[in-house]
């Protein structure tokens, strides 16, 4: 396609309300720039206008990290307490994931926090012996489909009774609370910490179980294989044949982040935080698990026509109609896949806690997961936003958590200062917005 | 007044659709085509020839009937008495999707963006292509990438570019595109330049002549006459809710179609 500089374009944004440089900043750089130099050069013109990316986040997690070192007196970056930290952001991560599902409808999943706590209360009651004793994978199984079921009624109350998402969430956070407080009954708890128990043992290897050092090279070896393999052939087969494709050189860079970043993360779990007798290193199991999910949701909302039409939805939901989208089922499917991560969150939760009970505080997991959604750069006015944001937004929201408490902040100032870098984060996303066009259907 | 007694019921192809040079068949004829919303009587008997080839203006004043005209041949309301040939051939449109069939495709005033995708995913919204369950971005890319380039839309700078960041135009254009892709044979537009500056309407106008060419049959609805005389072949009046004049663009002026839609009738 034609990569001239275009005269009729040009002259005619003059005569409308868009400032001219518009149609350079909210056109992504990779797909414009022809060599890395003009990548750069149009990104460094796209965050100038407003239109930031991933950047904000990025530095923001530098400049927690660096205060955070400085003030824990290099307690914070030690591999042992980066583990933790790992561990702790896993639970905010899929929380984000699951209201990025309902954020890119331009909709909200006030409930997913407490589907999250019905989740870990499913699972760790179906494993108790004396008790139902289910083999670990129904007792996940189970509590996944119970979460979805949940996320699909809310779905179809808003879809098809077209009733307010936040008010229906809300109703439903105040449900799945009871339903929760009902089901862990008067013991209140139950856990999941027996090692002698097979079931409930893998349950809580789920986050504290250590890949082996080796497998965990090789694993990643195995892995950034694939991805450079798969990278390489989807972005040069689309050079070559004359499709629009990043430039070769930012091919290399974001296979070289993606090993770098890899790397690290081995590294750091590989050293042994255990002590000279009790070794304890590797990357827990936690962590490729849910970057399968990850993976699964990015393919779903990329590559296939729910994701596609998801994001039509969020971006203009009367020309989804007019193409013929039903978008009740899409929002009925994307509500239930909201659950269903919510209840995967749950897992991870009883799995990291070793167990459940009536404390857990939903309504303020929820509002986390939000937050991990909206500091990654997921819009709150829907179509604009990426299922992978949630993994740096709830990194940042893991870090403020595992920083404040290494420091032993009193949790009331750990609420404040998760709010302030909320406040900012949808700041950000507004600001954004207002700078360039995306989201709004009336100008023409 | 038009609704002449003998344009009741044509026999394909003969002396019904005098106003179209002779030996063709108009792609679309409507004949006597009355639509009324509770009292309202929002069309009345209206006759009306869309051939292939030739763009067809229909200007009226607001509440003239135009968009109901319009959405009577887009399936969207079904008229209450009258009837619909295409190609010759009494069909019934029970929605959008038989108009589509037919190759009956309609670009609204607002375009149907949305605005977060990119200009290929717009065009196929709806009708996307897969690929063992996965979508087939190749394959659509390289289509979108054609049908612009067939419509001579070569301002874009990608076409994988947000719509957001596109010009009004260009928006028009690639709304447009979107409609023709699907082998369409009659594309109504809807006030395509209302919205738009000098240079943008040119490049829209040549682009409604670009699909003429292609041996589309264009109806540009517009009170915009200075557009209408610059691409029209024929026009055609509506004047609240009737059809009070069609014919060659070259047998109006502007004087007489401002007199046709603001009193039904001129004095030549």
Redesign the interface.
Known sequence: ????E????R???D??V?PTA???????PE??AESLGQYVRAWGRRVAGGESGALPVVFALVIIAVAFEIWTQGLFLSPQNLVNLFIESMVFMTLGMAEIFVLLLGEIDLSAGYILAVSAGVAGLLVQKPGPDWPWWLAIVTALVCSGVTGAVWGLLVSKLHLPSFVVTLAGLLIMWGVMLVMLGNAGEVSVASRILVNQHVLYQIVWGNIPPVAGWVGLAVLSLLFAGFTISRDFG?RR?G??APPPGLTILKIAFFVAAGIAVVAVCNVNRGSAVVVLAGVPWVVPIVLVVLLLWV?LLQ???FG?YV??I???P???R????SLATVRTWAFALAGVTAGFSGILYLSWQGGTSTNVNGGQYVLYGVAAAVIGGTSLFG??GKIAQAVLGGLVIGAIYNGLYLQGVQVQWQLIATGLVLVGAVLVDTLSRRG??????TR? | MSSAPGSESPTPGAPGSALVSPGTQPLLQLRGVDKHFGAVQALYHVDLDLPAAQVTALCGDNGAGKSVLTRCIAGIHQPDRGEILWSGKQVHLRGPRDAADLGIEVVYQDLALADNLDIVQNMFLGRERVHRGLLNEDSMERAAAETLRNLKVTTVRSIRQPVASLSGGQRQAVAVAKAVMWNSKLVLLDEPTAALGVVQTRMVLDLVRTLRDHGLGVMLVSHNLNDVFQVADRIAVLHLGRKVAEGPAADFDLQSVVEYMTTGSAHR
């Not at chain 1, 396609?1 to 001239?4: E, G, L, S, T």
């Not at chain 1, 360039?436 to 259907?441: K, R």
């Open positions: 396609m034609a990569k001239v275009d005269e009729v374009g002259t005619a944004l005569d409308e868009e518009a149609a350079e900043i909210a056109a992504p797909i414009l689309r044949k499709l629009v393919v590559r296939t026509k596609r994001y039509a969020g971006g203009n009367d020309a989804a007019r193409a013929g989208i179509g604009r360039t066009l995306s989201g709004s259907a023409i």
